[in-house]
Structures are given as C-alpha cells and as structure tokens.
C-alpha cells in the first residue's frame, strides 16, 4: 500500500481502524517526514492549501486530514 514517491495517498472508508492503520503504515515508511494532522471540523480552506504547498527548505510532510467528508465546500 505505501509508495516511495506518491504524491497524494487517499484513504477512504467506513473502517476508522483501517483507515488508522492505513495511516500509520504511511507515516512509517517515511520517518523523516513532517506529521501534521488537521480534522475537517477545526479547519479553513486556507489551512489545508498552507499546508500541502511546497516547503522553502523542501521537507517532507504528511497531511492527515481526518473526515474531509464533512469539510465544507
């Protein structure tokens, strides 16, 4: 399921404990990455486009966004 060089990795499903291990499978195989983690009831638009623009210093990050379903649009 983990790619080296992917992009986006999309995990959807009604399994939280999937989704979960799906995740932490993820942010396993890249340890030298960046972890942010945001929840779609705490966040704006402008928050996630921060988040997933490319970094100065050209580090890596993940960015978990739990319950992207229910981000308004």
Known sequence: ???NKVG???V???ESLLADRA???VIAAKTDAQVI???SDEIEI???TDNLAPS???DQRI???KEIQDLDS
Request: hydrophobic share 60%; net charge negative; aromatic share 4%.
């Open 46 to 48: 402008g928050v996630i």
């Open 63 to 65: 960015v978990v966004i």
């Open 37 to 39: 983690t945001l929840s």
């Open 56 to 58: 100065l210093f050209g």
């Open 1 to 3: 399921m983990v790619a």
């Open 8 to 10: 986006l990795v999309l």
């Open 23 to 25: 995740i932490t499978e």
């Open 12 to 14: 959807q499903g009604s």
